[in-house]
């Protein structure tokens, strides 16, 4: 704790100011940020401390930190990667955004900052389906970004219909679109969804995964099978000297 304690205050801060740059959220929201992120910042600090950054020359604090086994570096790996997964999920079920919403050609949304705009439909066939197809244009401060494009389908030989979701990732963050039914007046139901920093979880579990290796590599935490040589000369017999 008292190595930690300042981290801890940083992290706390850094929660806050998120919570307050996402235009808030449960409050609950702000003690699983500054989880996952002291767990980010403790991994680090740990390093930081173990080679003596500040308080011995740079020169070293950089033997010191090279020095330092691979179990170490995987340790913190696998608990930046614990934290990163953890932002991941307190982000996502804190600020993502749900629009279920009529729309015509030409009418838009907004979810996540981007202005989502439906170009209109378009029929289409495929190897052993057919399908209704909807274009959207995404834009950001009036300027088109990318384009997705969202599907109803009919696989004929089952007369199964299936939804194909237009999925766009910005970032650490993805944007689903979603088409329901159409309506009488020519429009058709749209499900929107901005899903932030979602990536985190899926990229928190590789990280800890990578620190389960490096930690693997370290020479120390493996058992060394005997060689060749001495298992030989183990079982070759002893030569009695002639008499």
């Not at 913190?76 to 982000?91: E, K, R, Y």
């Not at 900052?113 to 209109?120: L, N, Q, R, S």
């Not at 089952?158 to 237009?166: C, F, I, N, V």
Request: overall charge positive; some cysteine.
């Amino acid at each position: 704790l008292q190595r930690l304690y300042v981290v801890a205050a940083l992290a706390f801060a850094a929660a806050l100011v998120f919570f307050y740059l996402e235009h808030g959220g449960p409050v609950m929201a702000v003690l699983g940020l500054a989880a996952g992120l002291f767990l980010i910042l403790g991994a680090v600090a740990d390093l930081w401390y173990r080679a003596g950054i500040g308080k011995v020359k740079a020169d070293i604090a950089w033997r010191r930190l090279s020095g330092l086994p691979r179990s170490a570096f995987g340790t913190a790996l696998a608990h930046a990667g614990l934290g990163i997964t953890v932002l991941g999920i307190v982000t996502v079920t804190t600020f993502a955004t749900e629009h279920v919403i009529e729309m015509k050609p030409g009418q838009s949304a907004e979810a996540g900052g981007y202005g989502i705009v439906f170009d209109g439909m378009q029929p289409a066939t495929g190897p052993n389906y057919t399908e209704d197809r909807g274009h959207f244009s995404i834009r950001r401060g009036g300027a088109q970004v990318a384009d997705t494009w969202s599907a109803k389908r009919l696989y004929t030989a089952r007369q199964m219909p299936t939804t194909e979701a237009g999925i766009l990732t910005f970032g650490l963050s993805q944007l689903y679109v979603s088409l329901g039914d159409a309506t009488h007046d020519g429009g058709i139901v749209v499900r929107i969804w901005w899903k932030p920093f979602i990536l985190c979880i899926w990229g928190g579990a590789l990280v800890m995964a990578l620190g389960g290796f490096v930690s693997l590599s370290d020479r120390r935490l493996r058992v060394g099978a005997p060689s060749r040589k001495a298992k030989m000369r183990a079982a070759a017999p002893t030569m009695e000297p002639a008499e």
